[in-house]
Structure formats: structure tokens, C-alpha cells
T-cell receptor, first 113, second 114 residues
Framework: AQSVTQPDIHITVSEGASLELRCNYSYGATPYLFWYVQSPGQGLQLLLKYFSGDTLVQGIKGFEAEFKRSQSSFNLRKPSVHWSDAAEYFCAVSTGGGNKLTFGTGTQLKVEL | KAGVTQTPRYLIKTRGQQVTLSCSPISGHRSVSWYQQTPGQGLQFLFEYFSETQRNKGNFPGRFSGRQFSNSRSEMNVSTLELGDSALYLC?????????????FGSGTQLSVL
């Protein structure tokens, strides 16, 4: 069965610093990979997705992610973090057909001013 | 265009009761999925509906059920509530049901079971 691991439960960065959130997946074939963000009291918003082609994917709000098949990873990056980026970030994989997503446990991002 | 609307926003029930949650997808979206979010288990897929048919089902007991109407609105029902059913229930919609579809999530219904 497919699975997603987000090794970092909490991450704290200073505003203006760079950010990298880690995501590892387990799946035999090429997965469909997503990053979602959830602000307190809100639903999830899609940041970016990967399903084929260029392994570097650009998303909204200045985020990007790189798919590395050899490492089974899909890490999320941002060159300069803003205070408004404080939220919980979820990596997810779609393999079961339709819109069935398997989510990681999430990484809570705190931004220090 | 209005987003995904979930009602009610908050709900308090007692053990043994049943509850019905409602989800109105974005206009034109035909696929609706439901997820349960808890601090312990994280986000877990419940089920997905497309054109009034259940396409996928997660690993939840039969107490959890759902349906979709001809206007794509969806409801989920939980019978014989247990304390462990306390969670944020999220609904997501998409145009169609596919592996690469962008899901639009509602703000959820926070269910507390006492």
C-alpha cells in the first residue's frame, strides 16, 4: 500500500529565511504527488502537484517542489518565507484512482519575526 | 464563484446518536470526497462520490455512510456515534474524479461527541 512520510512534525524558521519541508513516499509506480496547506480553522488549499514531466514543479505563493524518484522524495521549498506562511503543510499521494488521497501526518510551520 | 460549503460548522452530539453532515460543492463540480481529520490519525479518506455513485471507500466501519444527490450536493451520515468519531470532517470537490484532479476543500464540520 502507498504511504507518505513527513519526518518533521514542527519546523521554525525566521522570516526571510529559506524553507524546505521533506516528504517521502512509498509506491511502486510513478505516483501523483501533491502539497496542500492548511491555515487554522480552514480547509486545505493546493499549493502544487506533480504527475509527470519536469521534476521541478512551481506552485502558488512562491512555493516549488522537486520530485526525485531515486530518493522517493517530493520536498517543498520556498526561497524566502513570509510570516503569512505559518500553517500546516501536508504532502499527499494519489494512487487509488479517483480523488482518493493518502496524506502525510503534516508539518507545522512556525515563522519567527 | 462560491467555494465548497459545509454545514453545520460545529456540532455537538452524545454517544449513540447519529449525525448528518452536508456539503455543497463548487458549481459545476461533480465529484465530492470526504475526509476525517483527527490529531491522532491525521487526514483519512472516507469516501468519494461522482455522479451519485460511490467510486471509492476508505477503511471505515459501516457506521459511516454517504450519498450524493443529482445536484452534486453530498451528505455523510455517522450512526451510533462513538467518542472516537470526534473530528474535523472535510469535504472536497473537483470537476471530475481523476488521479490528477485539483481538490477544493471546504472549511469542515467540527464534530464533538460527548
Amino acid at each position: 500500500a502507498q504511504s507518505v512520510t513527513q519526518p518533521d512534525i514542527h519546523i521554525t524558521v525566521s522570516e526571510g529565511a529559506s524553507l524546505e519541508l521533506r516528504c517521502n513516499y512509498s509506491y511502486g509506480a510513478t505516483p501523483y504527488l501533491f502539497w496542500y496547506v492548511q491555515s487554522p480553522g480552514q480547509g486545505l488549499q493546493l499549493l502544487l502537484k506533480y504527475f509527470s514531466g519536469d521534476t521541478l514543479v512551481q506552485g502558488i505563493k512562491g512555493f516549488e517542489a522537486e520530485f526525485k524518484r531515486s530518493q522517493s522524495s517530493f520536498n517543498l521549498r520556498k526561497p524566502s518565507v513570509h510570516w503569512s506562511d505559518a500553517a500546516e503543510y501536508f504532502c499527499a499521494v494519489s494512487t487509488g484512482g479517483g480523488n482518493k488521497l493518502t496524506f502525510g501526518t503534516g508539518t507545522q510551520l512556525k515563522v519567527e519575526l | 464563484k462560491a467555494g465548497v460549503t459545509q454545514t453545520p460548522r460545529y456540532l455537538i452530539k452524545t454517544r449513540g446518536q447519529q449525525v448528518t453532515l452536508s456539503c455543497s460543492p463548487i458549481s459545476g463540480h461533480r465529484s465530492v470526497s470526504w475526509y476525517q481529520q483527527t490529531p491522532g490519525q491525521g487526514l483519512q479518506f472516507l469516501f468519494e462520490y461522482f455522479s451519485e455513485t460511490q467510486r471509492n471507500k476508505g477503511n471505515f466501519p459501516g457506521r459511516f455512510s454517504g450519498r450524493q444527490f443529482s445536484n452534486s450536493r453530498s451528505e455523510m451520515n455517522v450512526s451510533t456515534l462513538e467518542l472516537g468519531d470526534s473530528a474535523l470532517y472535510l469535504c472536497a470537490s473537483s470537476l471530475v474524479a481523476g488521479l490528477n484532479e485539483k481538490l477544493f476543500f471546504g472549511s469542515g464540520t467540527q464534530l464533538s461527541v460527548l
